[in-house]
């Protein structure tokens, strides 16, 4: 019987080095770094998106309602679903917005002053939404669109 001769050759495990993990970790990081920023700015513009969307659906609905009662409705600070037929903004329980009826138009936006009946919606961010909640967005009885900023200053257009 021939005897089995040992080589001086290790045999390799199959396994991975600890440089090729935290090559693979610090990648896996960077890439985190950069995803997570750029999906918290998508979430936040959904947001306002749904905000916006919301306060025209809001402006057709008045529109409606002064067609079939030749007037606004009257000013209202917290705008609950149904105060208008058809308007209910979602989110419920917890919005994220809060909606607004300031009739007559106090000329928020300061693009144009309306003769005769008119009116001003706002959107203002609730704690849940996680927008900073001195942020305010208008759109009036002129389809005039601006936004409040936190330090105050107003952009026209959104």
Known sequence: ????????????GRGFTLVEVMVVIAILAIIAAIAIPIYSHYIKDAKIGRAESNL??????????YQNNNAYPASNPSLIPN????????????PLFTYAIQNPD????NVAT???????????PTPAS??????????DSLNDRCEQLPNGTL????
């Open 130 to 139: 996680g927008l900073p909640t001195s942020e305010t967005f208008f759109l």
């Open 56 to 65: 025209v659906l809001l402006s057709t609905l008045m529109e409606r309602y």
């Open 155 to 158: 952009v026209i257009g959104w």
């Open 114 to 124: 309306p003769a005769g009946p008119s009116y001003e919606l706002t959107a203002k």
């Open 83 to 94: 105060a208008i037929p058809g308007w209910n903004p979602g989110n419920n329980p917890n």
């Open 1 to 12: 019987m021939a005897a089995k001769r040992r080589t001086g050759k290790r045999t390799t």
């Open 106 to 109: 106090q000329g928020a936006c």
